[in-house]
């Protein structure tokens, strides 16, 4: 149990172009679930908090305009990478808390997004 | 606020041996401790947690730690160590209230020689 995806695994796009990204929680609902970036061979490092139905809370020094994050249902959420340049290039981890649980999070199998 | 330090970014063990990764947390409300494995490419994979419960926690894959207030920290071991255990592993700390969200350490490598 307590599984979840992300869609897709890679992605290699252009320059200035929008990239989706989704996060899915398989066989649970999660009210919260949390977006991170993690650049190579460091630590992962919290982007924003999403929250189903309302808006995410990004960390400081994340451009909400750039990184989009909806929530739309208890078992979706997306991060939206907006006018994606090079140094967009990174892994994107997503993580899901069920609705049942206080402190346990969830992670997707990461999603490596290359910017040419 | 919440911080993480994971001392040593290599640590490496022959087959068998014993491993012990170290992380310190500074916390300032009574924290909540994870460490995570994470293997190339892939997301993490949550090894043990302590909410406050028993001070040892066991986790899975034979690894353990222990929380020590006096010493804001909580080390993982395991008694001996298999080729299947290298990876990167990350300590992380939660608040008790919020958002409860995670910060991460910087990550150990762990290497295991045959």
Known sequence: ?116 | AQSVTQLGSHVSVSEGALVLLRCNYSSSVPPYLFWYVQYPNQGLQLLLKYTSAATLVKGINGFEAEFKKSETSFHLTKPSAHMSDAAEYFCAVSGNTGRRALTFGSGTRLQVQP
């Open chain 1, 1 to 116: 149990g307590a599984v979840v995806s992300q869609h897709p695994s890679r992605v290699i796009c252009k320059s200035g172009t929008s990239v989706k990204i989704e996060c899915r929680s398989l066989d649970f609902q999660a009210t919260t679930m949390f977006w991170y970036r993690q650049f190579p061979k460091q630590s992962l490092m919290l982007m924003a908090t999403s929250n189903e139905g309302s808006k995410a809370t990004y960390e400081q020094g994340v451009e909400k305009d750039k990184f989009l994050i909806n929530h739309a249902s208890l078992t979706l959420s997306t991060l939206t990478v907006t006018s994606a340049h090079p140094e967009d290039s990174s892994f994107y981890i997503c993580s899901a808390r069920p609705t049942s649980e206080v402190y346990e999070q969830y992670f997707g199998p990461g999603t490596r997004l290359t910017v040419t």
